[in-house]
């Protein structure tokens, strides 16, 4: 077993999480297929028949699995992207000639599809953000329940528990992560936690000894196979701990990433109120960005923020560990409100168009009922993202989350965020989240 992880490692890895991870911008604009053509109901239901599917996109020679619903609503069919237990419901769908496409919910991507005889898709997933065009081969069969179909019937091992992880990428570089992972039987749930967020809902299955998960949120196609002992005949002068994990993590159509983990109930990530901070002699944020809506800005200086607690969200509509956070904050807002506490979402976008931009965050705010004040920040890039906020000494992640004081100092700065389905560690996250919003309000 490597020696663990040093802190000092694990920043020099943290370009590359975010490289590879929940949130990063990695693609760019194509012609909209079918996207703003007007919605032909009984199109679409000819081709995206009510029941289960299972989709697959083929990226860097490999399968990456996700199950689906469709049913009808209204006269109209929508799409249920099915993630463990999270539940995506998409229903911006529409028909041009015998191209169908579905819009992936805030996400600025679709699948593009057609039918491909009785109960099979053809198509393409495509990303219309970015910096090149971004397109992964889709194909979808009806009726199949399994990610990961078995080839034989090899009992499972268990891969149940709580692991000590270190990923690598193609260059060498690594970071540490924690992973989690639940099993009934050759059924697996879990997911990866790491400095700059986590990896989400993964579900797959165990066969034999090899572990394969999987998740598709719109944004990201992950896929992570392990076998547990290496595959190929190892150099003896290497001392690997019993149930040592080697694994491949693939990331939508050219991230790539090997991963090794051992067993350890006890593992854990740096402390995320530590990562980051103010740089020397600054206490407080000094910026004015344009509103989403045109003509207006924002500023930790208006009225309307003094003598408050205000929360800073550093996010980007593209961004699905952004996503949790606010599915968190635009409900959390609405109750707390009053009690003299605000939120201003900074977005930072694929694009440096500020109407567009402007638009994707509106479409955010519209879909997921966010109460609170969203700004245009700038591009969608952590270097860029620091520089617009020149008193940080760093932003490591998206989602970063600051915290102001009555006085507009910053009191805390928490890199990345848990979502749900890291199940305990997101419940820790809303504790450490409320015990400093009512530690800031009684001062």
């Known amino acids: 077993m490597s020696s663990p992880i040093s802190f000092r490692a694990a920043a020099a890895g943290f370009s590359l999480a975010l490289a590879l991870g929940a949130c990063q911008s990695n693609s760019k604009p194509e012609a909209a297929e079918g996207g703003d053509a007007a919605t032909s109901a009984g199109g679409s239901a000819s081709v995206l028949s009510a029941g289960t599917w299972r989709g697959v996109l083929s990226a860097q020679g490999q399968e990456i699995p996700f199950l689906f619903d469709v049913a009808q609503d209204g006269g109209k069919p929508t799409v249920t992207l099915r993630n463990g237990e999270e539940r995506l419901k998409l229903d911006e769908i529409s028909t041009a000639g015998d191209s169908t496409t579905i819009r992936l919910g805030v996400f600025d991507a679709a699948l593009v599809v057609r039918a491909d005889g009785e109960g099979k898709l053809k198509g393409s997933w495509v990303k219309y953000d970015g910096k090149e065009p971004y397109r992964v081969p889709f194909a979808a069969s009806k009726g199949e329940q399994k990610l990961f179909p078995a080839a034989s019937n090899s009992k499972p091992l268990s891969f149940a528990g709580t692991w000590k992880v270190t990923f690598r990428g193609d260059d060498g570089e690594t970071y540490p992560a924690v992973g989690i992972f639940q099993q009934n039987g050759a059924d697996v749930t879990g997911t990866f936690l790491t400095t700059t967020g986590d990896y989400r ?110 929360v800073l969200q550093i996010l980007g509509s593209w961004c699905p560990n952004c996503m949790d956070e606010t599915n968190f904050l635009a409900p959390w807002y609405e109750k707390n409100k009053s009690r003299g506490v605000e939120i201003i979402g900074l977005g930072y976008e694929r694009t440096p168009d500020q109407t567009l931009a402007s638009k994707k965050l509106i479409k955010m705010k519209e879909r997921m009922n966010v109460g609170y004040d969203l700004a245009v920040a700038g591009i969608a890039d952590k270097d860029a993202a620091a520089k617009s906020l020149p008193q940080l000494q760093s932003v490591l992640a998206f989602p970063t989350t600051i915290f102001l004081d009555k006085k507009g100092e910053v009191r805390k700065i928490h890199t990345g965020f848990s979502g749900p389905g890291t199940g305990k560690y997101y419940q820790q996250e809303i504790d450490d989240f409320n015990k400093t919003v009512d530690m800031l309000l009684k001062e």
């Open 201 to 310: 809902y993964l579900a797959g299955q165990v066969e034999g000894a090899n572990l394969r998960v999987s998740t598709f949120d719109g944004s990201h196609g992950f896929l992570f196979t392990a076998h547990n002992g290496p595959k190929e005949p190892i150099d003896i002068t290497k001392d690997y701990a019993p149930n040592t994990l080697f694994g491949d993590f693939y990331s939508g159509k050219k991230g790539h990433e090997t991963w090794t983990a051992v067993p350890d109930p006890n593992a854990k990530l740096p402390d995320a109120n530590t990562l980051t901070g103010m740089k020397p002699g600054q206490k407080k944020l000094d910026f004015k960005f344009p509103n989403i809506y045109e003509g207006g800005s924002i500023s930790p200086t208006d009225p309307k923020y003094k003598g408050k607690v205000v």
